[in-house]
């Protein structure tokens, strides 16, 4: 089955090397060896080769924020895959609620993205997550359908089982407001019926699909225990390595019970 994957979104923070480097270390004691449930952390790109550094020998993943589609060229401010793979990352995040709604970011450059994240082979997390105008109006799933069926455009069900899908419902990031487990495992059901739709069913049995949004340690349990949640995009309760460590202790327990 699907083993749970928590992955820590350090988004702009923290403010030094020296602190990203401390966080990062105290995060891989408190993993040690244990592979039960998997880890990555996404720090700020200027600070991802000091944790590369510091997550040797360790089973913890490390996450780019974002990538450009290109693989080099004259792109001001940007990254490359192959500069993310260069410094030592395994993953990357696609199409963020703050990039898409707060730098314009569009299903088709997500989808261009992730091809291009695939072409290097980094693990991609594709974000997608409605705001609250539209949960109010009634409109969770189709915007999320048409969020997954734009950003996924074009990508085959071999490709896809190696694309971790992240729910982030936008009221929910940074807010404190957490969706309750019901509607988050209603949402990543609609997914998990999508993706069988436009895939196979053993591809929608496959893809891992976390839930972020004010996932804390103390409500992590029970959003990681539904069935078709498996993991966590983490972002505010990252920055503190024992709310971190405390939500991979929920995982760990929920994978005891039986889970995955
Ligand atoms: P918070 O956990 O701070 O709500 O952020 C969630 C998120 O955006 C992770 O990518």
């Not at 080769?49 to 693989?71: C, F, R, Y």
């Not at 966590?232 to 889970?259: E, R, Y």
Request: aromatic share 4%; net charge negative.
């Amino acid at each position: 089955m699907r083993p749970l994957f928590i992955a820590g979104n350090w988004k702009m923070n923290p403010g030094t090397a020296e602190d990203a480097v401390a966080l990062a270390e105290a995060i891989k004691v408190g993993v040690g060896q244990e592979t039960r449930v998997r880890v990555a952390l996404c720090p700020p790109s200027v600070f991802l080769q000091a944790v590369d550094g510091v997550l040797e020998n360790s089973p913890i993943g490390l996450g780019g924020q974002n990538m450009h589609w290109k693989t080099d060229g004259a792109y001001t401010g940007e990254l490359s895959g192959a500069m993310l793979v260069d410094s030592g990352c395994t993953h990357v995040i696609l199409g963020h609620s703050e990039r898409r709604h707060g730098l314009g970011e569009t299903d088709h450059q997500v989808n261009d993205k992730l091809k291009a994240a695939l072409a290097i082979q980094l693990i991609p997390i594709v974000c997608v997550g409605e705001t609250l105008v539209e949960r109010e109006a009634g409109k969770t799933d189709e915007v999320v359908g048409t969020q997954l069926e734009n950003s996924l455009a074009e990508i085959t069900a071999e490709q896809m089982c190696g694309i971790v899908l992240a729910y982030e419902p936008v009221w929910a990031i940074g807010t404190g407001k957490t969706a309750t487990p019901a509607h988050a495992q209603h949402v990543h059901l609609f997914i998990r019926n999508l993706l069988r739709e436009t895939f196979n069913a053993a591809t929608a049995a496959r893809v891992v699909v976390l839930y972020g949004g004010s996932v804390k340690p103390d409500n992590a349990a029970d959003l990681l225990a539904c069935p078709d949640i498996d993991g966590a995009l983490v972002g505010g309760a990252s920055l503190k390595a024992s709310d971190f460590l405390g939500i991979i202790q929920a995982g760990q327990a929920v994978t005891a019970k039986g889970k995955a």
